[in-house]
């Protein structure tokens, strides 16, 4: 890129998973990062993203608090970013009346309100700049009543629909807004979700660099909504003219406690 200074990139929930892959492809393909993550491993993928030239500032932050989205901010500076990357996430398996209540606010702290935060401090200095990208993770689960995931796939939905109609508000602004709804993935998302023993959580998944690379050239592109993998964009074609009880009958046989068995 010669003397030019390299772009910018913030993404979260870059510890591991789509986040780490996320953050490698924007390192390779000539972007300084900023990487935050709510664990310490943070640090450890800092270090191997500074073997690809990158300068890398990592953040042990919880984005489900709004003053840690401010920390980020303020880690950020005055300097412009030409990349958000919203990917931080949280599952929680079993039915909504047996999870504890912290952990179901937690899960729409982190999916829902921390990156709304995000996304609405950033992006409005990307529109004042006329001048940005914005990629929110969000999943097909959004197209699919969860029964014994219904907090998580609620929060999805609402980033589904959310990036559609902020792609919509800044149309002509410069910044363009693009959603990932990527399907099951091989990342510590089930074990944390506490569903490794559902049939959903025991099968095979997308590895997480394909879903990646899907994604980062849709935002590359300006492309409003991508589906990662063909089965995907199949099971969200489906669903989107299936009854919701139907779709509701369906994910309860993948997600419910012990199906991994039957």
């Given amino acids: 890129m010669g003397t030019k200074a390299r772009p910018l990139a913030v993404v979260t929930g870059a510890s591991s998973g789509i986040g780490f892959e996320f953050a490698k492809i924007c390192a390779s393909e000539g972007f300084n990062l900023v990487i935050v993550a709510?664990?310490?491993?943070?640090?450890?993928?800092?270090?191997?993203?500074?073997?690809?030239?990158?300068?890398?500032?990592?953040?042990?932050?919880?984005?489900?608090?709004?003053?840690?989205?401010?920390?980020?901010?303020?880690?950020?500076?005055?300097?412009?970013?030409?990349?958000?990357?919203?990917?931080?996430?949280?599952?929680?398996?079993?039915?909504?009346?047996?999870q504890e209540w912290n952990q179901v606010r937690r899960v729409i702290d982190t999916n829902v309100t921390g990156t709304l935060y995000l996304i609405h401090q950033v992006g409005r200095s990307m529109r004042e700049r006329r001048r940005g990208r914005i990629l929110i993770v969000g999943s097909i689960a959004g197209f699919l009543p969860g029964t014994f995931q219904a907090v998580y796939n609620g929060t999805k939905a609402l980033l589904d629909s959310f990036s559609i109609a902020l792609?919509?508000?800044?149309?002509?602004?410069?910044?363009?807004?693009?959603?990932?709804?990527?399907?099951?993935?091989?990342?510590?998302?089930?074990?944390?979700?506490d569903m490794l023993d559902t049939k959903v959580?025991?099968?095979?998944?997308?590895?997480?660099?394909?879903?990646?690379?899907?994604?980062?050239?849709?935002?590359m592109?300006?492309?409003?909504?991508?589906?990662?993998?063909?089965?995907?964009?199949?099971?969200?074609?489906?669903?989107?003219?299936?009854?919701?009880?139907?779709?509701?009958?369906?994910?309860?046989?993948?997600?419910?406690?012990?199906?991994?068995?039957?």
């Fill in 38 to 98: 709510d664990e310490p491993e943070i640090d450890t993928a800092a270090e191997q993203l500074r073997k690809d030239g990158a300068s890398v500032e990592a953040l042990n932050a919880d984005l489900a608090r709004t003053e840690e989205v401010d920390r980020l901010i303020a880690l950020v500076g005055e300097r412009p970013v030409d990349a958000l990357i919203a990917n931080a996430g949280r599952g929680l398996g079993k039915g909504f009346l047996d």
């Fill in 167 to 193: 792609r919509a508000e800044l149309a002509d602004s410069g910044v363009s807004v693009t959603c990932l709804m990527p399907g099951p993935t091989e990342t510590e998302f089930f074990e944390r979700a």
């Fill in 201 to 219: 959580g025991s099968e095979s998944k997308q590895a997480p660099g394909e879903v990646a690379k899907v994604g980062f050239a849709a935002m």
């Fill in 221 to 262: 592109r300006g492309t409003g909504q991508v589906v990662s993998g063909w089965q995907n964009k199949l099971q969200a074609a489906i669903a989107h003219v299936t009854p919701a009880a139907v779709l509701a009958e369906a994910h309860k046989k993948q997600a419910a406690p012990g199906s991994a068995k039957r």
